[in-house]
């Protein structure tokens, strides 16, 4: 689950960045000064950053696949968190921080 959350994050991220070709300039520029090559996997990151037009239709192709998984998992999970936490008030809340 945390592998799913990250890998949205790092997509909404990346959508949020609108001077996405100028960073991987100067990420190749900052390798290359490095590591006196140029990267092996330079072509294919840019590749990756420019698909990113439409984040969301990118989202949700990318989970076509694993929906029925995905669904079934939060709802496993989401009757065990109901059962400990009870009803949710600011007397609750402030219990679980402090524990």
């Given amino acids: 689950m945390d ?6 994050q790092v ?3 990346l959508s949020s960045i609108s001077e ?4 991987i300039g100067v990420y190749a520029l900052a390798f290359r000064v ?19 037009t439409n ?3 990118k989202l949700q192709r990318d989970f ?3 929906s029925p998984f995905l669904a079934s998992m939060i709802l496993s999970v989401s009757s065990s968190y ?3 936490i009870g009803k949710i008030d600011r007397k609750n809340i ?4 402090d524990t």
Wanted: hydrophobic fraction near 35%; avoid cysteine; charged fraction near 20%.
């Fill in 3 to 8: 592998l799913l959350i990250s890998y949205v």
């Fill in 11 to 13: 997509q909404l991220l």
């Fill in 20 to 23: 996405r070709k100028q960073i």
């Fill in 34 to 52: 490095t590591h006196v090559s140029m990267e092996p996997t330079f072509a294919q990151l840019g590749l990756y950053v420019n698909e990113h």
């Fill in 55 to 57: 984040t969301w239709k």
């Fill in 64 to 66: 076509e696949n694993v």
């Fill in 82 to 84: 109901s059962k400990g």
């Fill in 94 to 97: 402030e219990q679980y921080r």
